[in-house]
């Protein structure tokens, strides 16, 4: 089943919406940081399935985030990258690799 980003912040709120707000935006975020983390040793690895997973505990925990603090991540990802790049407005970015966006 696709999903957009936004199918995915109105599912993960559905699913998991009550638990997330008793657990609250400190300790959610201290979630996120270790799917990060766990993501980090996965992009090391050679397993291909689990490097999914950890991309998609990440997304979700992102969503969830966006979630507890009422952002909607598909307008807020439009309104900064869908012009293009942030920093020089270009598609391709034009401004190299030692710039971050």
């Known amino acids: ?12 709120e ?4 009550a638990n997330d707000r008793q657990r609250g935006i400190d ?3 201290m979630w996120f940081l270790e799917e ?9 690895g050679r397993d291909a399935q689990a490097l999914a997973m950890e991309f998609a ?8 985030l966006a979630n507890l603090s009422g952002v909607d991540l598909t307008a807020a990802v439009a309104q900064k990258y869908g012009a293009g790049c ?10 190299g690799t030692s710039e971050k966006p």
Do not use: K
């Open 27 to 29: 300790g959610t975020f």
């Open 86 to 95: 942030p920093g020089c407005g270009g598609t391709p970015c034009r401004c």
């Open 14 to 17: 559905l699913t998991f919406g």
């Open 57 to 64: 505990d990440v997304q979700v925990w992102l969503a969830t």
């Open 36 to 44: 990060v983390g766990e993501l980090a040793g996965a992009l090391r």
């Open 1 to 12: 089943m696709a999903m957009s980003l936004a199918d995915i912040q109105r599912h993960i």
